[in-house]
């Protein structure tokens, strides 16, 4: 197949229609993005709030969360290390909700479906099965560390107390319909919550933790009992759990109604 041959003309020689013809079509592409971009920024600002930031921009999160759903797994484990590694001492991340010294007569508040709430003390956690877990712990303001912290899962917690199902029973992961769709904490004083979806809260790695380095927890880490969930930022692990409860509606989340994501899975 024989390419053609017909000369082209040098750049000085294009005819003056030609180059004002290219010049009218790039300044059109450009004001069609930049008032495509204009449009969509007064959209984005004149939308409503949703938790924090404006509709659209909460809309995108909740996508993320979506995808960040899929490849979820109990069999995926945050990788550990020798807790010979750990910070000594560990960092702390915020004192929202534990401003106030914790009180000689705290109890963790437990709500169940039909029945009374439980009311028990830190030797009831201290019953349960201990485990000890020296992950990367890591904050949503973009540090990370080693960090080694020990305590009861909770998903032991849930099954020993029959918690978090609508039947009473305890947690089956192989009955999903049985179980809420969330968990919520809360400080004592409630200046501090979130909320969890409840596959989190049963991943093996999720501790009620009252150790770190071996030793108790003190106030600055949530004395005497806090959340460790290491397949979720920092922002999730609530310190002085004061009260948590199981809901299929989105429990209030301290971070996400400031505008951040209410998902913040790793």
Same mark, same amino acid.
């Given at each position: ?24 079509? /790039?300044?059109? +592409? ?6 495509? /971009? ?6 984005? *600002? ?65 709500? #169940? ?53 609508? /039947? ?26 979130? *909320? ?17 380095? *071996? ?10 009992? #806090?959340?460790?969930?290491? +397949?979720?930022?920092? +922002? ?27 998902? +913040?899975?790793?």
């Amino acid at each position: 197949m024989s390419q053609s041959t017909e000369p082209k003309l040098p750049e000085e020689d294009v005819p003056e229609s030609a180059t004002r013809r290219k010049t009218l079509i /790039s300044f059109g +592409v450009f004001a069609l993005a930049a008032a495509g /971009s204009a449009g969509l920024y007064k959209y984005i *600002g004149d939308s409503k709030n949703a938790m924090g930031v404006k509709r659209p921009l909460r809309l995108v999160l909740n996508e993320n969360e979506t995808v960040a759903k899929t490849y979820f797994s109990n069999a995926h484990l945050v990788p550990t290390f020798d807790p010979k590694q750990a910070a000594r001492p560990a960092r702390v991340n915020g004192y929202e909700g534990i401003k106030k010294p914790v009180t000689d007569d705290w109890q963790l508040q437990v709500d #169940r479906a039909n029945a009374e709430p439980l009311l028990l003390s830190i030797d009831a956690i201290k019953a349960l099965p201990k485990h000890e877990i020296t992950y990367e712990f890591k904050c949503i303001e973009g540090w990370s560390q080693k960090q080694n912290w020990a305590g009861a899962r909770l998903s032991d917690f849930l099954a020993a107390y029959k918690l978090g199902t609508r /039947s009473g029973n305890a947690p089956n992961p192989d009955q999903p319909d049985d179980l809420f769709k969330h968990v919520g904490m809360e400080t004592p004083d409630k200046g501090y919550y979130v *909320g969890i979806d409840i596959e989190s809260a049963l991943h093996p790695q999720t501790l009620l933790a009252y150790e770190n380095n *071996g030793q108790p927890i003190n106030a600055q880490h949530g004395a005497p009992l #806090r959340l460790i969930i290491p +397949v979720k930022y920092g +922002v999730k692990n609530l310190k002085r759990i004061g009260r948590i409860f199981f809901s299929d509606e989105r429990p209030r989340d301290f971070w996400a109604e400031r505008g951040y994501d209410y998902y +913040v899975g790793l």
